[in-house]
T-cell receptor, first 111, second 114 residues
Framework: SQQGEEDPQALSIQEGENATMNCSYK?????LQWYRQNSGRGLVHLIL?????REKHSGRLRVTLDTSKKSSSLLITASRAADTASYFC???????????FGEGTQLTVNP | DAGVIQSPRHEVTEMGQEVTLRCKPI?????LFWYRQTMMRGLELLIY????????DSGMPEDRFSAKMPNASFSTLKIQPSEPRDSAVYFC????????????FGQGTRLTVV
């Protein structure tokens, strides 16, 4: 079963706007990761946030983590058409062995 | 490093045939994962190796599926006999630490069983 659940399932925005995607999970975690997948390609790691962190930045990406609500959000600022992809959150569980992915958010950035 | 290398990229086979998917992880990585991706079920973890030893194979759907990692630079996922419902994209990923640190994915093998 999927540990993480993203919402929305699909998001369409205009270039330059910000995109926010959310992820909820069920069990305790050591860390949460976000990945990106372009159509027909493998997943690419974007950012990892540990359970004792609340916010992390990487370029135009901002990730937040609320362990009390078991949720995370990924914000992409000043979006570009090249950001069009599916975005997945992944959690590890406290055993640290299984990296379990959500169902993903399909982001479309219109030029 | 060329990244995680999977072969073949595409495989079309008839129901009942044996299928072997191959993966070369990034050199020096200790953990290797096999995932399956379908529209219906999303990304499913099939099996996870650490230091060439299978740690968690609870995601392997049934006895028709088997995975091996004979050494640190090679892993196989075998389906015998294959069925149409096995059609999916199979991804191999490796990571430098034990368990779920950052994972590096291969480009996947698109399997079609007719």
């Amino acid at each position: 079963s999927q540990q993480g659940e993203e919402d929305p399932q699909a998001l369409s925005i205009q270039e330059g706007e910000n995109a926010t995607m959310n992820c909820s999970y069920k069990t305790s975690i050591n860390n949460l990761q976000w990945y990106r997948q372009n159509s027909g390609r493998g997943l690419v790691h974007l950012i990892l946030i540990r359970s004792n962190e609340r916010e992390k930045h990487s370029g135009r990406l901002r990730v937040t983590l609320d362990t009390s609500k078991k949720s995370s959000s990924l914000l992409i600022t000043a979006s570009r058409a090249a950001d069009t992809a599916s975005y997945f959150c992944a959690t590890d569980g406290t055993s640290g062995s299984r990296l379990t992915f959500g169902e993903g958010t399909q982001l479309t950035v219109n030029p | 490093d060329a990244g995680v290398i999977q072969s073949p990229r595409h495989e079309v086979t008839e129901m009942g045939q044996e299928v072997t998917l191959r993966c070369k992880p990034i050199s020096g990585h200790n953990s290797l994962f096999w995932y399956r991706q379908t529209m219906m079920r999303g990304l499913e973890l099939l099996i996870y190796f650490n230091n060439n030893v299978p740690i968690d194979d609870s995601g392997m759907p049934e006895d028709r599926f088997s995975a091996k990692m004979p050494n640190a630079s090679f892993s196989t996922l075998k389906i015998q006999p294959s069925e149409p419902r096995d059609s999916a994209v199979y991804f191999c990923a490796s990571s430098p630490g034990q368990g779920a640190t950052e994972a590096f994915f291969g480009q996947g093998t698109r399997l079609t069983v007719v």
